[in-house]
Protein backbone atom coordinates (compact mmCIF):
# COMPACT_ATOMS: atom_id res chain seq x y z
CA UNK A 1 0.00 0.00 0.00
CA UNK A 2 1.07 3.53 -0.39
CA UNK A 3 -0.41 6.44 -0.21
CA UNK A 4 0.50 9.91 -2.28
CA UNK A 5 -0.31 13.30 -0.72
CA UNK A 6 0.11 16.20 -2.58
CA UNK A 7 -1.15 19.96 -2.83
CA UNK A 8 1.13 21.64 0.30
CA UNK A 9 1.87 25.04 -0.63
CA UNK A 10 2.46 28.90 0.36
CA UNK A 11 -0.77 30.71 1.16
CA UNK A 12 -1.53 33.97 2.55
CA UNK A 13 -3.95 34.22 5.72
CA UNK A 14 -7.50 33.48 4.71
CA UNK A 15 -6.94 31.69 1.59
CA UNK A 16 -7.70 28.56 0.65
CA UNK A 17 -5.51 25.26 -0.31
CA UNK A 18 -7.02 21.68 -1.29
CA UNK A 19 -4.85 18.46 -0.76
CA UNK A 20 -5.29 15.38 -2.07
CA UNK A 21 -4.14 11.66 -1.53
CA UNK A 22 -4.22 9.00 -3.74
CA UNK A 23 -3.89 4.98 -1.81
CA UNK A 24 -2.28 2.99 -4.38
CA UNK A 25 -1.57 -1.00 -4.22
CA UNK A 26 -4.44 -4.60 -4.34
CA UNK A 27 -5.79 -7.02 -2.39
CA UNK A 28 -6.90 -4.64 0.36
CA UNK A 29 -9.96 -2.82 1.88
CA UNK A 30 -9.90 0.60 3.28
CA UNK A 31 -11.93 1.64 6.35
CA UNK A 32 -10.89 5.31 7.77
CA UNK A 33 -9.08 7.72 5.71
CA UNK A 34 -8.13 11.54 7.09
CA UNK A 35 -5.70 13.79 7.79
CA UNK A 36 -3.44 14.83 10.52
CA UNK A 37 -0.50 17.52 11.05
CA UNK A 38 2.51 18.13 12.60
CA UNK A 39 4.37 20.90 14.02
CA UNK A 40 8.18 20.60 15.28
CA UNK A 41 7.69 19.87 19.11
CA UNK A 42 4.26 18.67 18.93
CA UNK A 43 2.98 15.37 18.63
CA UNK A 44 0.87 14.69 15.57
CA UNK A 45 -3.08 15.87 15.71
CA UNK A 46 -5.80 14.81 14.28
CA UNK A 47 -6.55 17.25 11.59
CA UNK A 48 -9.99 15.47 9.72
CA UNK A 49 -10.97 11.95 8.84
CA UNK A 50 -13.85 10.13 7.02
CA UNK A 51 -15.32 6.62 7.13
CA UNK A 52 -15.79 4.31 4.09
CA UNK A 53 -19.53 5.51 4.75
CA UNK A 54 -18.61 9.12 4.65
CA UNK A 55 -18.83 9.51 8.49
CA UNK A 56 -16.60 12.47 9.83
CA UNK A 57 -14.99 13.48 12.35
CA UNK A 58 -12.58 17.17 12.58
CA UNK A 59 -10.46 18.52 14.85
CA UNK A 60 -12.13 21.30 17.00
CA UNK A 61 -9.11 23.92 15.56
CA UNK A 62 -10.46 23.41 12.32
CA UNK A 63 -13.88 23.08 12.37
CA UNK A 64 -16.24 25.30 9.68
CA UNK A 65 -13.24 25.87 8.36
CA UNK A 66 -11.89 22.28 6.56
CA UNK A 67 -13.53 19.95 4.49
CA UNK A 68 -12.53 16.64 3.73
CA UNK A 69 -14.30 14.17 1.20
CA UNK A 70 -13.74 10.59 -0.30
CA UNK A 71 -13.71 8.70 -3.34
CA UNK A 72 -14.43 5.15 -2.53
CA UNK A 73 -13.98 3.78 -6.05
CA UNK A 74 -10.52 6.16 -6.15
CA UNK A 75 -9.75 5.08 -2.91
CA UNK A 76 -8.88 9.21 -2.84
CA UNK A 77 -9.20 11.48 0.23
CA UNK A 78 -9.41 14.89 -0.55
CA UNK A 79 -8.95 18.17 2.07
CA UNK A 80 -10.31 21.30 1.38
CA UNK A 81 -9.31 24.23 3.48
CA UNK A 82 -10.70 27.58 3.68
CA UNK A 83 -9.80 30.60 5.98
CA UNK A 84 -6.46 29.42 6.72
CA UNK A 85 -4.64 30.83 9.57
CA UNK A 86 -1.30 30.85 10.75
CA UNK A 87 -1.41 28.36 13.33
CA UNK A 88 -2.35 26.32 10.45
CA UNK A 89 0.89 25.72 9.31
CA UNK A 90 2.77 22.38 9.94
CA UNK A 91 3.44 18.98 7.82
CA UNK A 92 -0.29 17.45 7.10
CA UNK A 93 0.32 13.60 6.45
CA UNK A 94 -2.89 11.10 5.04
CA UNK A 95 -3.41 8.34 6.63
CA UNK A 96 -5.85 5.15 6.06
CA UNK A 97 -6.34 2.67 8.50
CA UNK A 98 -6.39 -0.81 5.85
CA UNK A 99 -8.03 -4.09 5.88
CA UNK A 100 -6.08 -6.73 4.25
CA UNK A 101 -8.38 -9.14 2.02
CA UNK A 102 -8.54 -12.39 4.16
CA UNK A 103 -7.68 -10.62 7.49
CA UNK A 104 -9.73 -11.70 10.61
CA UNK A 105 -12.40 -9.35 11.49
CA UNK A 106 -10.96 -9.44 14.64
CA UNK A 107 -7.52 -8.15 13.72
CA UNK A 108 -7.60 -4.04 13.73
CA UNK A 109 -6.90 -2.34 11.03
CA UNK A 110 -3.24 -1.27 10.17
CA UNK A 111 -2.14 2.29 9.64
CA UNK A 112 -0.46 3.38 6.57
CA UNK A 113 0.79 7.09 6.11
CA UNK A 114 1.69 9.41 3.16
CA UNK A 115 4.93 11.24 2.92
CA UNK A 116 3.05 14.67 4.36
CA UNK A 117 3.07 17.72 2.49
CA UNK A 118 3.78 21.04 3.66
CA UNK A 119 1.56 23.93 4.32
CA UNK A 120 2.73 27.16 5.00
CA UNK A 121 0.53 30.62 6.01
CA UNK A 122 1.91 33.53 5.95
CA UNK A 123 1.65 37.07 4.61
Known amino acids: VQLQASGGGLVQPGGSLRLSCAASGSGFSINTMGWYRQVPGKQRELVAR???????NYGDSVKGRFTISRDNAKNTVTLQMNSLKPEDTAVYYC??????????????????WGQGTKVTVSS
Open 50 to 56: ITGGSST
Open 95 to 112: NAQIKPYGSSWLDPPIDY
